[in-house]
């Protein structure tokens, strides 16, 4: 993909929680997007920026960023912007999100309350960009010129999604799902979990995750309808997912066990070679922030491990490992994403990336 001529202004609403921050890091060496504004609640807002977070990332706040005056999230404070990046907590982000939509600008949102709507792609950079395809319907019933939402996935949904796709792919419909999530505490955003429960601990429940990761994967690994106005939904695979949370920082690991529709199933080496062949559209395009890999294998009996491999392909691969028969469904394997990169706000600039590459960003306008 070649460098756009023009920097495009990014916003970046609930700049001081987890993902914000992360999206400040990210963004801060990037090529294209510059931070313009920076968003969040009352309690930060007119304060600056470096005051208000509680910087946990392990890279320096961006000195460029340290001291620009938090902005309240209305959208006449971020018209100036070509894209807005989204890490709002959901008990507000539907909300301001929808307000920012109706100011015709473009919103790449993380939260969960726009996910399920039946004409906002749900998109995991790496999985299903098609689903770009319904924003000129979008943009049409709301009335838009420019504006559209996208929002990204839950983060455990994420990973899977992306291991799912080049074996739907490859070797048809899954039947079955099984999935068990070894989740990390920065997913709880700050500050999360208390110490005291999850410190010699695991806590086998996390509010509404099941259900996300149930619903979620249905939609992505579905397709755009034939007038490109709505989503089908799979309605065949079933998906059962249990949720832990555990004393990790960064990094989901999933424990997955799948059955095919079509018997006898792949081989193991077939599945090996399905994952490790796999190129994502984002790749093809050549977008920035795409991994050299969308999936890195790894044949280590004891891998992957988040500690090890959070950080592959910068955060933006899926690393699978401890692919095996199984002796219930036809095959199972472990895999481990990194939360907040791919599984939050690296989804979100990557797919911004591809609107770019699709020309569906209208930069400046
Ligand atoms: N952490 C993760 O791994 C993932 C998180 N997500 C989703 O991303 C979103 C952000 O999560 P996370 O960063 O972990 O959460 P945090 O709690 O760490 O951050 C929440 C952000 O929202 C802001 N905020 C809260 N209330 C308001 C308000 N009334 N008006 C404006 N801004 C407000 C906060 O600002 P202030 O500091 O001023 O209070 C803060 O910037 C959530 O919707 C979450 O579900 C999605 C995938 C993964
Ligand atoms: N619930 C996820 C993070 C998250 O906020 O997910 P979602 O964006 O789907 O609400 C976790 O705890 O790890």
Redesign the pocket.
């Known amino acids: 993909m070649s460098l756009p001529e023009v920097q495009l202004k990014a916003g970046i ?8 921050q992360r999206f400040i890091s990210l963004l801060s060496k990037h090529p294209y997007f510059t931070i313009h504004v920076v ?6 807002a007119g304060q600056e920026y470096a005051k ?2 509680r910087w946990k990332m392990t890279t320096p706040i961006p000195a460029e960023v340290g001291n620009m005056l938090v902005q309240e ?1 209305k959208p006449e404070l971020f018209r100036e912007c070509d894209v807005i990046f989204s ?7 539907g909300e ?1 999100e929808t307000s920012f939509l109706k100011a015709d600008l473009v919103v790449f949102s ?3 309350n726009h996910r399920r709507d039946p004409v906002v792609p749900l998109i995991v950079p790496t999985v299903n960009p098609s689903h770009f395809d319904l924003i000129p319907h979008q943009r049409s019933l709301h009335s838009l010129h420019k504006g559209f939402i996208v929002t990204n996935a ?2 455990s949904t994420t990973g899977l999604v992306v291991v799912l796709k080049p074996l739907q792919d490859a070797f048809g419909p899954i039947e079955a799902v099984i999935v068990q999530t070894m989740q990390a505490i ?5 500050p999360g979990v208390a110490s005291l429960d999850i410190y010699d601990n695991v806590v086998p429940f996390i509010s509404g995750e099941e259900e996300k990761m149930e619903y979620e994967t249905l939609k992505i690994l579905g397709d755009v309808n034939e007038t490109a106005t709505g989503f089908n939904i799979l309605s065949f695979t079933k998906v059962s997912a249990s949720c832990n949370r555990v004393p990790v920082i960064d990094g989901h690991t999933e424990c997955v066990s799948i059955k095919f529709k079509n018997q006898p199933p792949p081989s193991v080496e077939q599945i090996i070679h399905a994952l490790d062949s796999y190129v994502s559209e984002s790749q093809q395009i050549g977008c920035h922030s795409a991994p050299e890999k969308a999936i890195i294998i790894s044949r280590d009996q004891d891998r992957p491990q988040p500690r090890l491999d959070r950080d592959n392909g910068d955060g933006y691969s899926v690393t699978v490992g401890r692919v095996r028969k199984c002796n219930v469904f036809d095959v199972k394997f472990t895999l481990l994403v990194h ?2 990169i791919l ?2 706000a690296g989804s979100g600039i990557l797919n911004a990336e591809i609107a770019l590459a699709k020309g569906l960003l209208k930069v400046g306008s």
């Open positions: 609403l609930g700049a001081t929680g987890t993902v914000g968003g969040a609640s009352l309690r930060s208000a977070t999230c890490g709002l907590d959901s008990d507000v982000a301001i993380n939260a969960k839950n983060c920065s997913g709880a955003g700050y939360n907040t599984g939050a």
